[in-house]
C-alpha cells in the first residue's frame, strides 16, 4: 500500500495579496489532498461586473438599441457581446504577433 504524502499546513494570510504571492510561489500539492477533491458546480454564479458611466455619440446608441431590436435582446447586452468580440480578436491578434515575432 503505498504511502500517503505528509502534507504542510497552509499557513494564514494577512491579505489577499499575501496569499496569491504564497501560491504563485508554492506547489499546493504539498498542502492539498487533490485525489480527495470533488468537482464543485455552482449554478447560480454570476460573473461579477462593474458598472461604468459610457457617454456615446446619440445615433450610435440609436443604432445599436435598433439593433438590440432586431435581435430581440437588451442594448446593454448586445454592446457586452460586441465588446467581448472584439477584446477576444485584438487579444488574439496581439498574442499571435508575440509568438510569431
Known sequence: MPRRKQLKPIPSFKSEA???AFWESHDSSDFVDWSAAHLGF?????????TISLRLPARLL???KILANKRDVPYQSLL?????????????RESGRRTSG
Open 42 to 50: 455552482f449554478p447560480n454564479l454570476k460573473p461579477s461586473t462593474e
Open 18 to 20: 499575501e496569499e496569491r
Open 80 to 92: 457586452k457581446m460586441y465588446l467581448a468580440e472584439r477584446v477576444a480578436r485584438e487579444v488574439a
Open 62 to 64: 440609436a443604432e445599436l
